[in-house]
């Protein structure tokens, strides 16, 4: 037998030492059999083989052993039996059958005993042909083991065709994003020095935002400290307005008390002095009324016309009625002249010169309480009414009736206002 055993796992040569080989007849070294115990699942405490799958118990698989010796010793001196090879045995068939040809056509007994020595080797050789049929018949189980080898390197082997491609698709997947990576190198180093440059500049940001923080903050506490100062100095001024305001009034105080007390005597003197102006005013007064003269005194005795002017009075719009008797008669010795008005700026001013009054007799009927005949007429109504006479003119321009009552609004004094 050989010295070597082709291993049916790793498919390497290994010497008959590192062989094991289990219940089923297949071998395999004493390194593939142990991974592929570890690798498998045991069911029931038992692993099927890597080629047939029988099962066998982790202990089972045995190294073999061979011994080799002579044949001719182990014949006890006999001479050694005839190898069990093909060739030889047609060789030892052939010559055996020569010896038988031989018997037949010379019989002696020399022939005969030469073709019996034949035919007992011929004899000897076909008890070596069952050693001749077991090693074909291992030979024939060996190839029949190997077969599956045969189909798995196949498939190995297509899967390594595969593998090479995926390989051959990784590299050159490989190669392009090496590609691609240079470019985005390429482009990193171009946006490089902007980056660093913006950088730069935020640390400069930086830098100036601290710097007016700090600024800002320094501010903040020097307005802080002179916003306390200014507090304090208007709280101070307050102290001072108030102080002096009490002081200012305390004094104003005592200056108007005293004023007060100094203007007593003055007060009193120009309220006599007022007093006797004021009765002298009323005297002028009731001497300088100009009473209307008969001409234009046609109304009855009960009601009356006046009028007074004053150089401080404004003139008002007269009616229709007013200028019929302003138009009718201008006498001027007719109008009732007062010295003063009832304004307060006339009070204090100096009388006018104006000619003395005229007083002219009033004339009346008998009755008293009868109006001439020219002064009464008859409406379409049948009452009886007031006629305004032609030539008479109305000093104050006041119109009456029967019962004394203005006709017209009534104004008593200026319409501008006093201006103190």
């Given at each position: 037998?050989?010295?070597?055993?082709?291993?049916?796992?790793?498919?390497?040569?290994?010497?008959?030492?590192?062989?094991?080989s289990?219940?089923?007849?297949?071998?395999y070294?004493?390194?593939?059999?142990?991974?592929y115990?570890?690798?498998?699942r045991?069911?029931?405490?038992?692993?099927?083989?890597?080629?047939?799958?029988?099962?066998?118990?982790?202990?089972?698989?045995?190294?073999?052993?061979?011994?080799?010796?002579?044949?001719?010793?182990?014949?006890?001196?006999?001479?050694?039996?005839?190898?069990?090879?093909s060739?030889?045995?047609?060789?030892?068939?052939?010559?055996?059958?020569?010896?038988?040809?031989?018997?037949?056509?010379?019989?002696?007994?020399?022939?005969?005993?030469?073709?019996?020595?034949?035919?007992?080797?011929?004899?000897?050789?076909?008890?070596?042909?069952?050693?001749?049929?077991?090693?074909?018949?291992?030979?024939?189980?060996?190839?029949?083991?190997?077969?599956?080898?045969?189909?798995?390197?196949?498939?190995?082997?297509?899967?390594?065709?595969?593998?090479?491609?995926?390989?051959q698709?990784?590299?050159?997947?490989?190669?392009?994003?090496?590609?691609?990576?240079?470019?985005?190198?390429?482009?990193?180093?171009?946006?490089?020095?902007?980056?660093?440059?913006?950088?730069?500049?935020?640390?400069?940001?930086?830098?100036?935002?601290?710097?007016?923080?700090?600024?800002?903050?320094?501010?903040?506490d020097?307005?802080?400290?002179?916003?306390?100062?200014?507090?304090?100095?208007?709280?101070?001024?307050?102290?001072?307005?108030?102080?002096?305001?009490?002081?200012?009034?305390h004094?104003?105080?005592?200056?108007?008390?005293?004023?007060?007390?100094?203007?007593?005597?003055?007060?009193?003197?120009?309220?006599?002095?007022?007093?006797?102006?004021?009765?002298?005013?009323?005297?002028?007064?009731q001497?300088?009324?100009?009473?209307?003269?008969?001409?234009?005194?046609?109304?009855?005795?009960?009601?009356?016309?006046?009028?007074?002017?004053?150089?401080?009075m404004r003139?008002r719009?007269?009616?229709?009625?007013?200028?019929?008797?302003?138009?009718?008669?201008?006498?001027?010795?007719?109008?009732?002249?007062?010295?003063?008005?009832?304004?307060?700026?006339?009070?204090?001013?100096?009388?006018?010169?104006?000619?003395?009054?005229?007083?002219?007799?009033?004339?009346?009927?008998?009755?008293?309480?009868?109006?001439?005949?020219?002064?009464?007429?008859?409406?379409?109504?049948?009452?009886?009414?007031?006629?305004?006479?032609?030539?008479?003119?109305?000093?104050?321009?006041?119109?009456?009736?029967?019962?004394?009552?203005?006709?017209?609004?009534?104004?008593?004094?200026?319409?501008?206002?006093?201006?103190?």
């Amino acid at each position: 037998m050989p010295s070597t055993v082709l291993c049916s796992i790793c498919q390497d040569i290994h010497a008959i030492a590192d062989i094991r080989s289990l219940p089923c007849g297949h071998t395999y070294c004493a390194t593939c059999i142990p991974a592929y115990l570890a690798a498998t699942r045991a069911t029931r405490g038992k692993y099927p083989c890597p080629q047939c799958r029988a099962p066998f118990k982790n202990s089972e698989p045995h190294p073999i052993f061979l011994d080799h010796g002579d044949s001719a010793s182990q014949a006890g001196g006999r001479s050694a039996e005839p190898v069990c090879h093909s060739g030889p045995f047609h060789r030892q068939v052939a010559s055996a059958l020569r010896e038988v040809t031989r018997v037949e056509e010379d019989q002696r007994a020399q022939t005969v005993q030469r073709a019996a020595q034949e035919m007992e080797k011929v004899t000897e050789l076909m008890s070596g042909r069952d050693c001749l049929l077991g090693l074909l018949t291992a030979v024939a189980a060996r190839w029949r083991g190997i077969l599956p080898l045969f189909s798995t390197i196949a498939k190995q082997r297509a899967d390594i065709a595969h593998l090479r491609g995926q390989l051959q698709e990784a590299r050159e997947q490989t190669k392009r994003a090496e590609r691609v990576a240079e470019e985005a190198v390429k482009e990193a180093e171009k946006t490089l020095p902007t980056l660093q440059s913006t950088q730069k500049e935020l640390l400069e940001a930086k830098i100036t935002l601290q710097q007016l923080k700090k600024t800002m903050i320094s501010q903040a506490d020097e307005h802080k400290t002179e916003l306390e100062a200014n507090k304090q100095h208007v709280s101070r001024l307050h102290d001072q307005l108030h102080a002096l305001k009490l002081h200012v009034r305390h004094n104003n105080k005592e200056e108007i008390r005293k004023l007060r007390e100094e203007a007593k005597p003055k007060i009193c003197h120009l309220q006599a002095a007022a007093s006797r102006e004021t009765k002298a005013l009323a005297n002028r007064t009731q001497s300088e009324l100009e009473v209307l003269s008969p001409r234009t005194n046609r109304i009855s005795a009960h009601s009356q016309v006046s009028e007074y002017t004053s150089s401080t009075m404004r003139k008002r719009k007269r009616s229709r009625d007013d200028d019929e008797l302003l138009s009718s008669d201008e006498d001027p010795d007719s109008l009732l002249y007062i010295t003063h008005t009832l304004s307060p700026r006339a009070k204090d001013a100096p009388a006018p010169q104006r000619p003395p009054p005229v007083v002219k007799p009033l004339s009346f009927s008998a009755d008293p309480w009868q109006l001439p005949s020219q002064q009464v007429n008859r409406s379409k109504s049948g009452s009886r009414a007031l006629q305004r006479p032609a030539s008479s003119t109305n000093p104050l321009g006041l119109l009456l009736d029967a019962k004394g009552k203005p006709l017209a609004p009534v104004q008593t004094g200026s319409r501008r206002r006093a201006k103190f």
